[in-house]
């Protein structure tokens, strides 16, 4: 796990190289490297940089940037291919000898054999970049999921990419400007959704794609290219009775592949279903005795610490319990912010567990994201089939309903009148899940009369669901919006913030795979939370956790910001820092007043978000597309 920053350019760019490099110095702090890159005649056409987090291979072998032998390729990468074990032996068949022991130049020598369609066989999470110097190219690529984060910008004759944003940024190559599209995305979700990102002209490399960049000329030239689809296939109905061994099998291999490290490995217990599985599955394929950690609150409705202890004590695992205060968050906001690659809502129990878990002198933790959007744990899937009976009426009867709900000023009927507004049940789910503002009220946020261009963007791609089941089309939503923008980013960016790798053996392919091709009989059951995991999973687990009902991960910020957080939160929202980020002051308070007075449909979310959001844009001197005034001219 490492961080990595280069680029391709005609003119000398190892001064901006080097700036983006050590602005990632806290996501490798083990080694750093820098590489020129040369034509075959030995024409200067880029730098590439990394950060290096030793997890594989410890030794020198695996520094970065790493050459092949023959001097044809370059490669800086971030990331972990699970199956490369299975992958070097292949190439050794055909004659490929190796000089370490790690996945890096496993990596390098399967595209130096297969090219692109090496991609194809990678089982991991991954970010990276390849040059080769006999055909002039350089490429860009991520896995198919988006677990590891890879950003790019043109800027003067040159492509710049890294792992972070602020390291673009670094660069002193990007200009410091708040992305317009980015703006209404965030408004919308809490998070930026890609390809947007927060800085005009920064796009976030799509997952599952390659990026070429061609030198050949005077300026690099772009072409995409997909090499892996998350989703295909119907759910299979005749293997009904199989589909929760057949779960249970690939999560099985997925946790074995995700414990593969040369350093000391823990997980993350909130004593929910999805992280308790992985730690039964990694107690029952480990040697060794696990390190387990939960984030606990005195307020006893948020805390999960009983269920945690409970399989913490089934397993006999070294079990720690970090307890988080609000004025212990209040206290941490200064490093949060320093952190936080872009803004979120989310993230900030990522932080704090990261932070205590690398304290104990872990280098590599599993985590159980990505089961609530597998096997359909989020409120969204029993939305979209309460929904889907309205749609199977004359769309006329949504259409009256909609106008009709949207007349009332109340949150809770604007969202409704959007809902029904979508073109599928599945959709409609989602968005009343996902939704922060709604359009109306992120014109009045924004002052403008029209909607940002990036308010409804959610996907990385438009693609046509109706092949999918009502079921698979939430999870492609789930996975591809909330998990991807928000879960996936936050996870990535908190952890690598204490040089901490966090893997997720949930998002797997094969897993995913198996989870999806359920059928979704099988995945919503009246009185029972994540019924195709519990029959998966249940004989592993207690009794007690399984008849649970489910309680997703909170932070008590309804509480605490009435009260320790209160003096914090409303110095940015009831100041002038609303110009910094060009939203209108008086509606920004609005939503401040409107979270003090309890008014329904009003949570502390919004709040919380634009707050974010400010605080952010002061912390990394961003200013808006529309004023060219810095932050530091405006105080």
Known sequence: MCGIAGAFAPSPVVDSVMRMTNALHHRGPDDVGLAELLTDEGHVTGTFGHRRLSILDLSTAGHQPMFSRDGRYCLTYNGEIYNYRELRAELERVGIGFQSSGDTEVLLAAWACYGRDALKKLRGMFALAIWDSLEKRGFLARDEFGIKPLYYAEQRGAVLFASEVRALLASEMVPRTLSEEALGSYLAAGSVSEPFTIIEGVRAIPPGCVLEVRCDGVCPRLETHRFAALFGGDPDDDATGDAAATLRGAMRDSVAHHLVSDVPLGLFLSGGLDSSSVVALACEVSDSTIDTFTVTFGESSYSEAGPAREVARRYATRHHEILLSARDLLNALPDVFAAMDQPSLDGLNTYVVSRAVRAHGIKVVLSGLGGDELFAGYPSFRRASSLASLWRLPAEFRRLGMVGAARFEDARFQKTSEVLGQKTPAFGAYLASRTLFGSEHIRALTGRLQPLAGDRARLIDNRDTTDLSLLQQVSFYEMTGYMRNTLLRDSDVFSMAHGLELRVPLVDREVARAALAAPDSRKLRRGSSKPLLVDAMGDLLPQSLLQRPKQGFTIPFQSWMKDELFEEVESVLASSQADLVGLA????????????????????????????????????????????ATLTQIR
Do not use: E
């Open 585 to 628: 002051r008086a509606s920004v308070r609005a939503v401040w007043r409107d979270f003090q007075r309890g008014r329904p449909g009003i949570n502390w979310s919004r709040p919380w978000a634009l707050y974010t959001l400010m605080r952010w844009a002061h912390q990394n001197n961003v200013h808006p597309q529309s004023s060219g």
